[in-house]
């Protein structure tokens, strides 16, 4: 159960760096919205909450 988890937190984390610091071409990429601004910023913010819970997951399984 803890490598599963452990797992799982480690690619939350990856996941959620990767919305953060490409979010721009995914949105271009995926998306065909009007304000690219505003679903970059959202992309990101999930990117970062996504990230956070799989830190906390990483660091609570150690």
Do not use: H, Q, W
Not at 28 to 41: I, Q, R, S, V
């Amino acid at each position: 159960m803890r490598v599963f988890l452990l797992l799982i937190g480690t690619i939350a984390l990856a996941i959620g760096v990767k919305f953060i610091y490409d979010a721009r071409p995914i949105v271009k990429k995926y998306f065909g919205l009007g304000d690219k601004n505003e679903a970059t910023l959202g992309l990101k913010m999930f990117g970062f909450l996504l990230s956070i819970i799989g830190g906390v997951l990483i660091y609570f399984m150690y």
